[in-house]
């Protein structure tokens, strides 16, 4: 026995620090501060000629950029920031290189209180004019996004890169060691990011280096990015400003892929490069690929394109229609506040051998936690504040998804009590109702403003959308809420129709009665309005504060 005990001690002595414990984080040789800011100077130190950006200028020109040419410029310009003194939590907005080395700024103004400087494109400088003569004192870098780095067509943004390089070059070269790469503090604020502001008035949302750092790191494993045989080559459907760009920015980078960049979406130029340039991975909501799908130039590609699908819940027919032109959706859901993705619908290879239908319903749920995440959980909605019961994992009981672990966000910027809300419980409380199934994967039915209570019976709009969409001749659907004296409440569609069809409101309704899409009677909507499009945010997500608006009669040249 002593014989037993006497090795165990040994074996045991193997886990057990050597030196006297310290609370020092400097003497810990073992871990290294997070942030993604890490990235860039990693990838141009290990493959420099590898091809960063591809970019059509505004000026018409293919611009092509290696890690080394990014990476000096982005340097360049954190040396611009130095030498000026700009504080470096400033807001900006300008191509890839500011990403992935200062924050980023939403052009509509959110964020613009707290600015120390701006760089805006040279398209949207008027929509700053109201600011500019509010706040004058602040410094305006204009990039004008030409092919140019120098001389008559480059513009004030790349002269303080050129100052910025110039600038390191007479400190002594020092380069990144003269930047501090590594922050001392990784639960410091590395951005704001923006809310949309359809429930309420946009709030800045304090995203860590750390948390930054994580959700990159999740994003590479669960979209796939890090490929053995080439390099991802990711196109930006997805605005950069909305959360960071779920970080992918910072994500695409870790693994030394080629960002493609659009000045705005363009499906017949998406269809291009996904042909010619064979882009193998993009971000976008339901309703861009809905749109992407029906484009003219739509085909199916030789090669897979994996396709990180969120901003609102899809339907199991979008996807269906994207698998068949080799768009294959990863499906995530998230918020600003967690870094954009906490959730993944995971394959599961025992869905092949399921009826379509029913794979492509699971493949639209909302899933499990990401693997830098803890689970998230479905509570019940009908006890005090901050408690937090589970409901079943039945498939039927609705309750609300909350989030815990590394990729919820720090909290809201100057915001006290929004953020005392948000963490009700000790959990980030996300607003979205769902069910939780028996395999653990949650599925979001609604917000729950958006749940519509008629004659007692809870229709989800979510639900009725992904009916409706099974139409052969609709293009999209967006459901609200609309009184009616019997029941309370009604369903009311808005519907977009196929290029080349027809359809009348009085045809869907008559569809859906006889039991089109599987719709039951009491969720048949009571009216169907076909628009000639969706009124949508800059993210893709579809304004059903302002369908609510139409469904009121409000003027619709006044509400937008």
């Given at each position: 026995?002593?014989?037993?005990?006497?090795?165990?001690?040994?074996?045991?002595?193997?886990?057990?620090?050597?030196?006297?414990?310290?609370?020092?984080?400097?003497?810990?040789?073992?871990?290294?501060?997070?942030?993604?800011?890490?990235?860039?100077?990693?990838?141009?130190?290990?493959?420099?000629?590898?091809?960063?950006?591809y970019h059509v200028?505004?000026?018409g020109k293919i611009l092509r950029r290696s890690y080394q040419e990014t990476a000096d410029r982005a340097r360049g310009l954190a040396y611009y920031i130095k030498k000026t003194r700009l504080q470096e939590n400033w807001n900006t907005m300008s191509e890839h290189a500011g990403i992935l080395g200062v924050n980023i700024w939403d052009w509509r103004g959110r964020g613009s209180q707290?600015?120390?400087?701006?760089?805006?494109?040279?398209?949207?400088?008027?929509?700053?004019?109201?600011?500019?003569?509010?706040?004058?004192?602040?410094?305006f870098i204009v990039d004008t996004d030409t092919d140019a780095t120098e001389g008559e067509l480059s513009g004030q943004f790349d002269e303080a890169v050129l100052e910025g390089l110039k600038y390191d070059a007479e400190q002594g070269s020092k380069g990144?060691?003269?930047?501090?790469?590594?922050?001392?503090?990784?639960?410091?604020?590395?951005?704001?990011?923006?809310?949309?502001?359809?429930?309420a008035k946009p709030k800045g949302v304090e995203y860590t280096h750390r948390g930054a750092y994580v959700a990159a790191l999740g994003n590479v494993i669960e979209s796939g990015l890090n490929y053995h045989t080439g390099r991802c080559r990711y196109l930006w459907t997805l605005p950069m400003f909305h959360a960071m760009g779920w970080t992918f920015p910072w994500a695409v980078t870790a693994v030394r892929g080629t960002h493609y960049c659009l000045r705005k979406i363009d499906y017949p130029e998406?269809?291009?490069?996904?042909?010619?340039?064979?882009?193998?991975?993009?971000?976008?909501?339901?309703t861009v690929n809905t749109l992407l799908c029906a484009a003219k130039e739509a085909a199916r590609l030789p090669s897979p394109v994996h396709v990180?699908?969120?901003?609102?819940?899809?339907?199991?027919?979008?996807?269906?229609?994207?698998?068949?032109?080799?768009?294959?959706?990863?499906?995530?859901?998230?918020?600003?506040?967690?870094?954009?993705?906490?959730?993944?619908g995971y394959h599961m290879p025992a869905w092949e051998s399921i009826s379509t239908t029913d794979k492509y319903k699971k493949m639209a749920r909302q899933g499990h936690g990401f693997i830098t995440s803890l689970p998230i959980r479905v509570i019940k909605t009908d006890q005090p504040d901050g408690v937090l019961i589970d409901v079943k994992k039945d498939g039927k009981e609705i309750g609300e998804i909350i989030c815990i672990g590394n990729i919820c966000a720090k909290g809201y910027y100057k915001d006290y009590e929004a953020t005392r809300k948000l963490f009700l419980g000790g959990a980030l409380h996300?607003?979205?109702?769902?069910?939780?199934?028996?395999?653990?994967?949650?599925?979001?039915?609604?917000?729950?403003?958006?749940?519509?209570?008629?004659?007692?019976?809870?229709?989800?709009?979510v639900a009725l959308e992904s009916q409706l969409a099974t139409h052969p001749s609709i293009l999209e659907a967006a459901v609200v809420a609309v009184s009616d004296t019997h029941w309370g409440e009604?369903?009311?569609?808005?519907?977009?129709?196929?290029?080349?069809?027809?359809?009348?409101?009085?045809?869907?309704?008559?569809?859906?009665?006889?039991?089109?899409?599987?719709?039951?009677?009491?969720?048949?909507?009571?009216?169907?309005?076909?628009?000639?499009?969706?009124?949508?945010?800059?993210?893709?997500?579809?304004?059903?504060?302002?369908?609510?608006?139409?469904?009121?009669?409000?003027?619709?040249?006044?509400?937008?």
């Open positions: 026995m002593s014989g037993a005990q006497s090795r165990l001690s040994k074996l045991a002595s193997h886990f057990l620090s050597s030196s006297p414990p310290t609370s020092d984080f400097q003497h810990r040789y073992n871990i290294h501060s997070l942030s993604p800011t890490f990235f860039l100077p990693r990838a141009a130190a290990i493959e420099p000629d590898a091809e960063a950006i200028t505004a000026n707290y600015a120390e400087a701006i760089i805006v494109d040279a398209e949207f400088v008027h929509l700053l004019d109201d600011f500019k003569k509010a706040n004058p004192k602040i410094p990144w060691d003269g930047l501090q790469p590594q922050v001392e503090n990784e639960e410091g604020v590395i951005a704001l990011a923006y809310t949309s502001g359809t429930t998406i269809w291009r490069l996904l042909k010619e340039e064979h882009v193998t991975h993009y971000n976008a909501a339901p990180t699908v969120a901003a609102s819940p899809p339907t199991p027919h979008l996807f269906e229609q994207m698998t068949n032109l080799n768009l294959h959706p990863v499906h995530v859901y998230g918020l600003t506040e967690t870094y954009g993705p906490i959730t993944k996300t607003g979205d109702l769902a069910v939780w199934h028996p395999d653990g994967a949650a599925q979001i039915l609604d917000r729950a403003k958006d749940i519509i209570i008629s004659g007692g019976e809870n229709i989800s709009s009604r369903p009311k569609a808005f519907i977009t129709v196929q290029s080349g069809k027809n359809l009348t409101g009085e045809e869907v309704i008559n569809w859906a009665k006889g039991g089109g899409g599987g719709i039951s009677r009491f969720m048949v909507p009571r009216e169907v309005e076909v628009v000639g499009e969706l009124p949508k945010t800059s993210t893709g997500k579809v304004k059903k504060n302002v369908l609510r608006e139409w469904a009121r009669g409000a003027d619709r040249s006044l509400v937008n």
